[in-house]
């Protein structure tokens, strides 16, 4: 059995309040981009020889970590805490980029779940499946659904986004994601939280020519300092016609949206991981 985790961009991050935990409370909107890796399980043959039993194999060009430490058989091990399921082969083929605010290792835990719950039957619900997802990390539970949503908390807390259905429908998304490390630690450690002068939930119902003035990303101004060709990509799209061009999460992939296919995309980054489709 064979799923697509999908990546998200974020549509402004705003990072609101310190917490008494030594978490930040943001506010950003989610939205679901079809830039996928590939995951596949297999029920191992009780013959087989292995040491444990979620048998990982990571191929792809965009490996980061270890198999022992995968989201994907930390999300195995979860839930066979609480069910009883058999030791599984899984495959996954990675294309989205690591470090990169793309939320990728976030989207193949919740991709694991989903496969476990519907290969073997354990009748869990879209509720439950985001419960056990959230213990694996804050963002983890939208890509139960992958469904755009304004996230709250430190992005773990789930509403509606208000944006118009299909609002980005045939726009073009390229995404650029340059050979930088973003320590989203040291991220935080650079922002004063404040409240920002409107919601991103707000901007984001309006038309996209008015997000470039009012849509804003609070790492963007740490990480632009301390990585200058950040900063250069982002105008550089912006040179090629996006109509709105972000960072997304802490980094260091950046995007941009567009009203036609920016097909120079690859030739004008041609050191970077890159990625065009339409929405």
């Known amino acids: 059995m064979i799923t697509f985790p999908c990546c998200k961009i974020n549509l402004g991050l705003n990072v609101v309040s310190r917490r008494p935990d030594g978490y930040h409370n943001i506010e950003t909107v989610f939205y679901p981009v079809p830039l996928c890796d590939a995951l596949e399980i297999k029920t191992m043959d009780d013959g087989f020889p292995s040491d444990t039993d979620c048998d990982l194999k990571l191929t792809g060009d965009a490996i980061g970590g270890s198999e022992a430490d995968n989201l994907v058989v930390r999300?195995?091990?979860?839930?066979?805490?609480?069910?009883?399921?058999?030791?599984?082969?899984?495959?996954?083929?990675?294309?989205?980029?690591?470090?990169?605010?793309?939320?990728?290792?976030?989207?193949?835990?919740?991709?694991?779940?989903?496969?476990?719950?519907?290969?073997?039957?354990?009748?869990?619900?879209?509720?439950?499946?985001?419960?056990?997802?959230?213990?694996?990390?804050?963002?983890?539970?939208?890509?139960?659904?992958?469904?755009?949503?304004?996230?709250?908390?430190?992005?773990?807390?789930?509403?509606?986004?208000?944006?118009?259905?299909?609002?980005?429908?045939?726009?073009?998304?390229?995404?650029?994601?340059?050979?930088?490390?973003?320590?989203?630690?040291?991220?935080?450690?650079?922002i004063t939280p404040r409240q920002p002068a409107k919601c991103c939930r707000d901007i984001v119902r309006q038309p996209i020519g008015t997000w470039r003035s009012e849509l804003t990303n609070d790492f963007e101004q740490p990480a632009f300092a301390a990585?200058?060709?950040?900063?250069?990509?982002?105008?550089?799209?912006?040179?090629?016609?996006?109509?709105?061009?972000?960072?997304?999460?802490?980094?260091?992939?950046l995007f941009g949206i567009f009203g036609h296919n920016p097909g120079q995309i690859a030739g004008t980054f041609p050191d970077d991981f890159t990625f065009v489709c339409r929405l």
């Open 75 to 190: 999300a195995y091990r979860l839930l066979a805490a609480g069910y009883t399921l058999p030791r599984v082969h899984a495959h996954l083929f990675k294309r989205i980029p690591s470090q990169a605010g793309l939320g990728g290792g976030s989207s193949d835990a919740a991709g694991m779940i989903r496969l476990l719950n519907e290969r073997f039957r354990l009748n869990m619900g879209k509720a439950e499946m985001e419960r056990h997802a959230a213990r694996l990390g804050a963002d983890c539970a939208f890509f139960i659904a992958s469904e755009t949503a304004y996230a709250t908390g430190i992005g773990d807390q789930f509403a509606p986004a208000g944006m118009e259905k299909g609002k980005l429908s045939g726009y073009y998304i390229a995404i650029v994601k340059p050979r930088i490390a973003v320590s989203t630690a040291d991220a935080y450690r650079a």
């Open 227 to 253: 990585h200058p060709r950040l900063a250069d990509i982002k105008q550089r799209l912006y040179g090629l016609g996006a109509l709105y061009a972000q960072m997304s999460g802490s980094g260091s992939a």
